[in-house]
């Protein structure tokens, strides 16, 4: 991992020796292993999706909700023989998916572990939730190993995405990334129980006073994808310590969240997936303590 150019970063860390910007040494740091039951219901079916929180993230939301490992230093060390032994784990006890949550900055590393547990036996569907700001090429070397791709669509406006995430080119990085993800696996589909075997969901967080630039996300999906895309248009946005000195402070009102749901009726996309405004709990959001497990 010296000179790492795996994210949009591009930082150059020598991952063994020090962190690169997105707090991660070498070998992948997971946060929290779980049965987690509030994921899409495609995702977390009746019995829960297996999800493995991956430490770090090459992203600087000032929103984000797991802002206690962002900066990489929860969790513990896990090779490539224990991710697989994790992920067969979480099979065993009956999970629907394994959900693989914010690895960007550890894919090669992810890549292989994938590969020994199919060897070894792993048959669920294995999803991808990403951030959506992803190396193209990083992408590719998960084609044949991810089954569903599970990511944001943050923004389109490049003035947003630097002021509230630190990435103005965070629309054009996303954007291609997500054009492949949607080449490897397509639309989304579904088994007899409704559980997804293989496809992309877009998830698009609508932020207070965004309007306008979820309007644009949803048009970029329409345009760049397809109209039976399934989007999960989240309202469950929640104010966090770092929102303010920002114009973030606050949820989300009723009228704001119709007003993007009306737009993406009245452009043809016909897969959403809605939330109620009473979702914005932290009850829904894993607590991440020394114990990962």
Known sequence: MANCMLCPRA?????SLSRGFCGAERLPRVAK?????????????????????FSGCNLGCVYCQNHEIRDGL??????????SEAYLSLQRRGAHTINLVTAAHYVPQVAESLRRAKARGLSIPVVYNSSGYENTAAIRALDGLVDVYLLDWKYVSPLLSERFSNAPDYCAVASEAICEMYRQVGDLML??????????TIR???????????RRVLDEIAMRLSKATHISLMSQYTP??????????????????????????SIGLHNILIQRLD????VFTPQ???NIK
């Open 11 to 15: 930082c150059g860390a020598d991952r």
């Open 33 to 53: 292993i779980m049965l987690h039951e509030w994921e899409e219901p495609f995702i977390s079916g009746t019995r829960g999706s297996g999800a493995v929180f």
């Open 74 to 83: 929860i969790g513990e060390t896990y090779d490539e023989d224990r991710l």
């Open 191 to 200: 088994d007899g129980d409704g559980i997804a075997t293989r496809g992309l």
């Open 204 to 214: 698009h967080l609508v932020l207070p006073g965004c309007v306008d630039d979820s």
């Open 240 to 265: 966090q310590p770092g929102t303010t000195a920002f114009p973030l402070n606050r949820r989300i009102t009723q009228r704001e969240y119709d007003r993007v749901i009306s737009y993406a009726l």
């Open 279 to 282: 979702s914005a709990q932290s």
């Open 288 to 290: 991440f303590t020394d």
